[in-house]
């Protein structure tokens, strides 16, 4: 089992660039989560997909969007990046939906620096 | 909305001494409480949880016990190896195992 796997591993972009990250879910997972991770500081919860659809969503702007696909990979998009940006981005992923299931597995995470 | 506070780090122990990492929360309806900890280079692990007060949540030695009263969920061990060296971190999710938050997490060394 292959676990939760990112691409790609390291991004470097510059201000006002648009970025496309993958997330492929443990075997058996059908619910994505996106969390971004600043230097020092705890993940901060993005949105979740499910059934192809966004679930929920945190307290970020509309630049950064997502898309789950038939296979359950999502992808997170950030447009008209800002320096603010640079940070880990990290995947998790669940079964049965998320509800009731409590936890989640993480991918070693996406390092987005904006120049 | 829901928040997490834990002790702020650096923590640095010598080989076998006693943790602690506080961990207090601000919830509403009935959360479930857990810690995950970030080894160097990997991504986040679930290290153990709590879905309803009064639970001991246990795993790798370490202890966590869900205390509403005190909206409390402090991390333990009683003899941490080098090896327990990570950043760890306090969080909660809502009754239905969603919209989970995190602390800030505190960085653990431990010193032989």
């Known amino acids: 089992d292959a676990g939760v796997t990112q691409s790609p591993t390291h991004l470097i972009k510059t201000r006002g660039q648009q970025v496309t990250l993958r997330c492929s879910p443990k075997?058996?997972?059908?619910?994505v989560s996106w969390y971004q991770q600043a230097l020092g500081q705890g993940p901060q919860f993005i949105f979740q997909?499910?059934?192809?659809?966004?679930?929920q969503r945190g307290n970020f702007p509309d630049r950064f969007s997502g898309h789950q696909f038939p296979n359950y990979s999502s992808e997170l998009n950030v447009n008209a990046l800002l320096l603010g940006d640079s940070a880990l981005y990290l995947c998790?992923?669940?079964?049965?939906?998320?509800?009731?299931?409590?936890?989640?597995?993480f991918g070693p995470g996406t390092r987005l620096t904006v120049t | 909305g829901n928040s997490v506070t834990q002790m702020e780090g650096p923590v640095t122990l010598s080989e076998e001494a006693f943790l602690t990492i506080n961990c207090t929360y601000t919830?509403?309806?009935?959360?479930?409480l857990f810690w995950y900890v970030q080894y160097p280079g990997e991504g986040l692990q679930l290290l153990l949880k709590?879905?309803?007060?009064?639970d001991k949540g246990s795993n790798k030695g370490f202890e966590a016990t869900y205390r509403k009263e005190t909206t409390s969920f402090h991390l333990e061990k009683g003899s941490v190896q080098v090896s327990d060296s990570a950043v760890y971190f306090c969080?909660?999710?809502?009754?239905?195992?969603?919209?989970?938050?995190f602390g800030p997490g505190t960085r653990l060394s431990v010193l032989p």
């Open positions: 998790a992923s669940s079964p049965g939906g998320g509800l009731g299931i409590y936890e989640q597995y």
């Open positions: 075997s058996g997972h059908d619910t």
């Open positions: 997909y499910y059934e192809e659809e966004e679930r």
């Open positions: 919830a509403t309806g009935y959360p479930s």
């Open positions: 709590a879905t309803k007060a009064d």
């Open positions: 969080a909660l999710s809502d009754n239905y195992g969603q919209n989970f938050v």
